[in-house]
């Protein structure tokens, strides 16, 4: 299992367009991920779960993954949360 803390750059937080991507981009490793904000925790590969933290831009949050890409997917999550563009 991996852990990353990561500060969210979005200039709106992980609301519905970004948060779509963000789940999308999860879903293609097979690691199990997760995302944890203040003790909660939902399913990275959840948009429900996701929405549901409620994350606005500037807020720590804990990406967890544990699989044979894990490496990976915490990279590559962790990039997307602090330089994805909505434009």
């Not at 969210?8 to 690691?31: C, D, W, Y």
């Not at 831009?57 to 994805?84: C, H, M, W």
């Amino acid at each position: 299992m991996i852990e990353k803390k990561v500060v969210v750059n979005l200039e709106h937080g992980l609301h519905a367009r970004p948060a779509t991507q963000f789940v999308k981009l999860a879903s293609s490793f097979k690691s199990e991920i997760t995302i944890e904000k203040e003790g909660k925790t939902a399913a990275a590969k959840s948009i429900m779960g996701v929405m549901a933290l409620a994350v606005a831009k500037g807020t720590e949050i804990l990406l967890k993954a544990n699989g044979p890409d894990e490496n990976e997917a915490v990279e590559a999550l962790g990039r997307f949360l602090s330089e994805y563009s909505e434009s």
